[in-house]
């Protein structure tokens, strides 16, 4: 990482999880970068079929969430639709809808950025710190 008065540059594959929970292939961007104003993390694939984000919604924390395929393909299910997105994508989420995203080709990777509806950021409780 590279970092100077008000500035930090690092390479996504240089940017760990911060917990060993995590799932495989995940980046904790936020952490890493100091980032507080809003949620920010990638996960990258190795190989075709890897869960990149498990099925979930955001209803109880209204968040919008916006990803944004860097590499490879991944095929987007939101509610009971189906999305390809190939490198240079991006996907807009509303809150209440479920998704789940899996790698269509090894390397896929696919930035996540997040935050709730009408009200500040706050780091949820599942990406605090111990």
């Given at each position: ?60 924390s ?14 987007f ?23 789940a ?30």
């Open positions: 990482m590279r970092s100077g008065h008000g500035w930090k540059c690092a390479e996504l594959k240089n940017i760990p999880p911060t917990k060993s929970s995590f799932m495989r292939g995940w980046h904790s961007v936020r952490h890493f970068l100091g980032i507080t104003a809003f949620g920010i993390n990638a996960v990258s694939a190795d190989k075709a079929g890897d869960v990149l984000i498990k099925p979930h919604d955001e209803k109880k209204n968040q919008q969430e916006v990803f944004f395929v860097s590499a490879g393909l991944a095929e299910k939101i509610d009971d639709e189906i999305c390809q997105a190939a490198a240079g994508t991006f996907v807009a989420i509303e809150p209440q809808c479920n998704r995203v899996i790698a269509l080709q090894a390397g896929t990777e696919v930035i996540v950025i997040g935050s709730p509806v009408g009200r500040l950021y706050q780091i949820p409780n599942w990406d605090k710190l111990d």
